[in-house]
């Protein structure tokens, strides 16, 4: 029942999303050191020990993953220490190992259980170890079952807070008397016909490398979640911007198809004798005419070819000079159509003069109006001409 619980309260720790924790993900490993004592007094072979009567070092490798931001498990081999059969090592050993704990440990971050995760590891953590697991006396060559409980006071250190300095008081039930080893029952210990809990009181300082994770750290890494409502905003801009793009599309076929229009038409055109009806017979027409749009007066990027060739004949007869004629075509308002003739037969003098560097006293214009005998064709009444009128 405690475990369900604290797996409830870790799940409920993790309210903010983490990064997928894959199968190499958030791996540490980690060496300790320390002292441990027995709890107890008690005789062994002649000799009474108790609380800080037999202190052994203790020297241990540590090997653990972090399954959620609160959970984890850890392999814990502990070894300690003592080669003098006087010595007050725990108990006296003949062997230079006493003895080798084999643990199973969970790991408890209770920062992040009752705090939440932040992003990273805080700079200071209380990290909660339990678990058990053999235990192993090699002088006497027998062992059994341990406990084993503690509390890890973590400094994260690094750039990346992949240093984790700690400081660990436990307790191991099963301890110092392997031989008798059993952590769910009491023995006797003390030489006085009472039962005791076998156990011993470990201090030891660790250091422990956390490796880097997929996702860039060392450490989890909080997931960037999308509002409902921010996701549902962004996909109808997506959908109107869809619509738009179809609709612009749309115009730009219609567009193409127009160009194509006239493409032919101007083709057809070109093809034709040309006509002068319009052209007194005294007047030295130049062939290349700019072709305009329905109701303008700009000129699009095709005609500046016709514009280039008058611009270079008057570049080689430095004498000569030319009116521009603007026409357009009999749709419309003779009054409207007077003024777009005007203002197509001054658009071209201005491309000839700013472009082209042409000198404006060598060019006049003059609107003609409406016409429909430069061509059949209303789309090819909509132009401008050249005349040559060096005298």
Known sequence: MLAVAMMTASVYAQKTAVTANKAGDNWYVGINAGVATPVNKFDFGGTKYGFMKGVSPEFGVRVGKNLTTVFGLALDINNYFGNKSDSK?????????????FDILSTWNLNNLFAGYNGEPRKFEVIALAGGGYSRAWEEKAGGINA???????????????????????????????????????????????????????????VNYKFGNSNGTHNFKIEELRDPAEIDALNAKINELRSD?????????????????????????????????????????????????????????????SIEMVAKYLKNHPSSKVLVKGYASPEGKAELNQKLSEARATSVANALIKRYKISKDRITTKGYGATSEVSEENDFNRVAMFVDTTK
């Open 245 to 305: 793009v179809d609709a612009k599309n749309g115009q730009l076929n219609a567009a193409n198809k127009t160009i194509n229009d006239l493409k032919k038409k101007l083709a057809d055109c070109e093809a034709r004798p040309t006509t002068a009806a319009v052209v007194e017979k005294t007047e030295t027409v130049l062939q290349p005419m700019v072709i305009f749009r329905q109701g303008k007066s700009t000129i699009d990027a095709a005609q500046y070819a």
């Open 89 to 101: 090592s725990m108990f006296g050993s003949k062997t230079f190992v006493n003895r080798t704990d």
């Open 148 to 206: 084993k409980f503690a509390l890890d006071l973590a400094l994260n250190l690094g750039a990346a807070k992949q240093w984790q300095v700690y400081l660990e008081p436990g307790i191991v039930f099963g301890e110092p008397t392997p031989v008798y080893a059993n952590p769910f029952r009491k023995n006797l210990v003390d030489g006085t016909g009472s039962k005791k809990w076998d156990a011993a009181f470990s201090l030891k300082a660790g």
